[in-house]
């Protein structure tokens, strides 16, 4: 993707999740920003992307938002950290662009899901354009890191189906190697969607030598399956996809000499996850 074409005449669709995005959303003042992360009236956005079938249930539409508070090792989207790498798109934009797909979205069993980045960073945003389209009868998803899930209302937790909850990994100082970042905000987000019985999609982001360890999968699972309300486990393997995007930002990747797990440790923590009742894939 160019840097130098504006905003305004970049395509929301990506050629593909990978595809490398900056600096779209500078020529925006502090001020129009602060307003935006107010209201919800526009929102940051890396881009829409059509037909995944790994965001959610049936095949589903997705925006991707800019701006992450987390700084995890193994991100494969790190061009989405700084918010101003995304495009300004006015909420009204975003509706009209889902509204297109809303009769094949429902013939394929899918929907609407909102993944970063992390959402919540543009919580109004979100809220809105998630209440909007479950408006019109699209299946909404939002895709978490958790951390901000106090920003939602219980109403507006009551717009999402599904939550695709990432929880990256149980002990508390791993957590903070890893994303930089407390888990604890996470987990109790976790138990107000169970409180309020809100489906969950539970992440796990598996990473050879960082979060495979045995008794951390154990404790996460406990937990996940104590909750009630997780429908399904998604354990989704580390990959280098991601790589060259951290060498092109200039940020310092420490996960060149990691491999993607192998089949057998994938199947075992997936097993650590069905041997507590939970559906693991
Ligand atoms: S929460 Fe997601 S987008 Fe944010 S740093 Fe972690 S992997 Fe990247």
Not at 28 to 41: I, K, M, N, P, W
Not at 156 to 172: A, M, R
Not at 227 to 255: A, C, E, S
Request: proline share 4%; charged share 25%; hydrophobic share 40%.
């Amino acid at each position: 993707m160019s840097k130098e074409k504006p905003a305004e005449e970049v395509p929301l669709e990506a050629l593909n999740p990978y595809e490398l995005r900056v600096n779209l959303g500078t020529k925006v003042s502090e001020s129009a920003v602060q307003a935006a992360l107010r209201t919800g009236d526009v929102g940051f956005l890396h881009s829409f992307t059509t037909g995944s079938t790994v965001d959610g249930p049936g095949v589903r539409v997705v925006a991707w938002t800019s701006g992450c508070q987390f700084r995890c090792l193994y991100c494969h989207n790190p061009d989405t950290w700084n918010m101003m790498n995304g495009m300004p798109v006015t909420l009204e934009r975003a509706i009209e662009a889902l509204g297109k797909y809303r009769h094949g979205l429902r013939i394929m069993s899918g929907g609407f899901t909102l993944s970063g980045g992390e959402p919540l960073m543009q919580d109004r945003f979100a809220a809105r354009l998630l209440t909007r389209a479950k408006a019109i009868g699209i299946h909404t998803a939002l895709d978490t890191n958790g951390f901000l899930g106090e920003r939602l209302s219980d109403q507006e937790l009551d717009q999402i189906d599904v939550v695709l909850l990432d929880i990256k990994t149980w002990d508390s100082a791993r957590h903070q190697r890893l994303t930089g970042k407390d888990v604890g905000p996470t987990l109790d987000f976790a138990r107000r969607l169970a409180d309020r019985k809100r489906t969950i999609w539970l992440r796990y982001v598996l990473v050879p030598g960082l979060t495979d360890d045995v008794d951390d999968i154990n404790q996460t699972a406990t937990f996940a399956a104590g909750l009630g309300n997780v429908q399904r486990v998604d354990v989704l393997p580390f990959h280098q996809m991601g790589r060259y995007k951290w060498k092109k930002l200039g940020i310092n990747y420490t996960l060149d000499n990691v491999s993607a797990p192998s089949p057998e440790l994938i199947e075992r923590v997936c097993r650590q996850f069905t041997a507590v009742g939970l559906k693991a894939y």
